[in-house]
């Protein structure tokens, strides 16, 4: 069973069309208009609600009483946020999302009118930076997780079949999930991946071995999976259902970690490993920014600086350094005599166990005197503060009396009795 959705908070009046509620929902479906992807709608419907929940806590119900400084101090809320469950701050590409999400729905509600002017213009927004992929599987690793499923259960040998497909093709958790099979050619060794990221189609190559396995789930293991009406899916549970998103995830996490390779991920980092590979072994970077489905260049360039093979061997026949053979001296340096530096290391350590021993061994009427110096400063302290109150209150007394605002006999005593507190001498 999964996790309980979260209620989505409903900011304004649902008649107003200018509350924020009602403005999400109109900017949502303008994006269905323009004929954005349906995870693409779902990823800014989901930043946005965070946005709207930002607002419903500070009373703002409608999108006119936004301001510039309030998408400013919701930027720095966001730069702030810890996750619940773990207590880490938000990634950059995450906050740029949140923000950028907002920033677009009042620049559409600003085109159309709704609002006379746009709080959200040139905000600037936080710096990405461009890092590597943290784990790479090399070719030995994923052999060891190819060799986790087990494949005397159907369920085994079509997530076999789904591992091999991952690193043969590259293609994305989507794109596999998405998968039918008037999609592939088994007999040409390709497969069409339609509507990939940016609704682009494309078709990549298929190797042997992963031909090989998805022959046999196609002819042994689906057709005992599949229901009639087939919906014509290619990866489908033991129930006849489309496996998810998460069930595809979960599968290749469970793999990764029983191959006791040490590495965290899931579906993404074939994706990383089939690229790699490929570059390292003469692959054009244009073929595998083809493979990949990237529009640009510049995100494929990210695996010629996760291949360090070729670097090294370029390294190793153009660097002076590495030409140069190691010189006499360097290879006639005695040993390092490290006796010296452990000899003092010893004698610290001697002299702070003597000082301890040492101080064990103080005599008890020693330390009883000592603390009852510290006792007899305290007390001193508390009794110089009871010594100055005791003369405020007399001269508020006296002050009292010269005004003529004591009444009574009794209230005079009052000045009669207030005498300083008794300090001992000693203190």
Request: with cysteine.
């Amino acid at each position: 069973m999964g996790r309980p959705k979260k209620k989505r908070p409903h900011v304004g009046n649902p008649e107003d069309p200018l509350a924020l509620s009602c403005v999400m929902s109109s900017y949502l479906e303008h994006l269905r208009v323009v004929n954005l992807t349906k995870q693409t709608i779902i990823n800014h419907a989901n930043q946005l609600y965070f946005f709207l929940e930002w607002c419903g806590e500070r009373g703002l119900a409608r999108a006119t009483e936004v301001t510039r400084p309030m998408i400013l101090q919701y930027q720095r809320h966001v730069f702030h946020f810890r996750r619940p469950e773990t207590g880490e701050p938000l990634g950059f590409v995450t906050q740029m999302k949140r923000v950028t999400s907002v920033m677009g729905m009042f620049k559409w509600a600003t085109r159309t009118s709704l609002i006379p002017f746009n709080p959200a213009t040139e905000i600037d927004l936080p710096k990405i930076p461009h890092r590597l992929p943290r784990y790479v599987l090399s070719p030995e690793e994923v052999d060891r997780v190819m060799t986790q499923p087990d494949l005397t259960d159907a369920i085994g040998i079509r997530d076999r079949a789904m591992l091999e497909l991952l690193y043969s093709t590259g293609m994305r958790r989507g794109e596999l999930m998405n998968l039918k099979l008037f999609d592939l050619d088994l007999d040409r060794g390709c497969v069409i991946i339609r509507e990939g990221k940016n609704r682009s189609d494309r078709i990549v190559p298929i190797g042997e071995r992963a031909v090989a396995w998805m022959q046999k789930y196609l002819a042994d293991v689906r057709p005992w999976f599949a229901l009639d009406p087939d919906n014509m899916m290619v990866f489908l549970s033991h129930r006849g259902a489309p496996l998810s998103k998460n069930q595809i995830s979960y599968s290749v996490r469970q793999y990764l970690k029983s191959s006791g390779i040490g590495k965290k991920g899931a579906c993404h980092m074939f994706r990383h490993a089939m690229a790699t590979a490929m570059l390292e072994n003469g692959a054009d970077i244009r073929f595998i920014q083809q493979m990949l489905g990237h529009r640009r260049l510049d995100s494929t360039q990210i695996y010629t600086h996760v291949s360090i093979r070729k670097l090294k061997e370029i390294h190793a026949a153009t660097h002076p350094s590495s030409r140069v053979k190691p010189r006499d001296e360097v290879r006639t340096l005695p040993p390092i005599d490290h006796s010296a530096a452990l000899a003092h290391v010893d004698e610290s350590i001697d002299a702070q166990r003597v000082e301890a021993i040492e101080s064990e061994r103080t005599p008890p009427a020693q330390r009883v005197a000592a603390c009852e110096r510290r006792v007899k400063r305290a007390v001193g302290s508390y009794a110089l503060k009871a010594l100055r109150r005791s003369e405020r209150e007399k001269r508020e007394l006296l002050s009292s009396l010269a005004a003529g605002s004591l009444s009574s006999e009794e209230e005079k005593d009052k000045l009669e009795n207030a005498s300083s507190p008794e300090i001992d001498p000693n203190l």
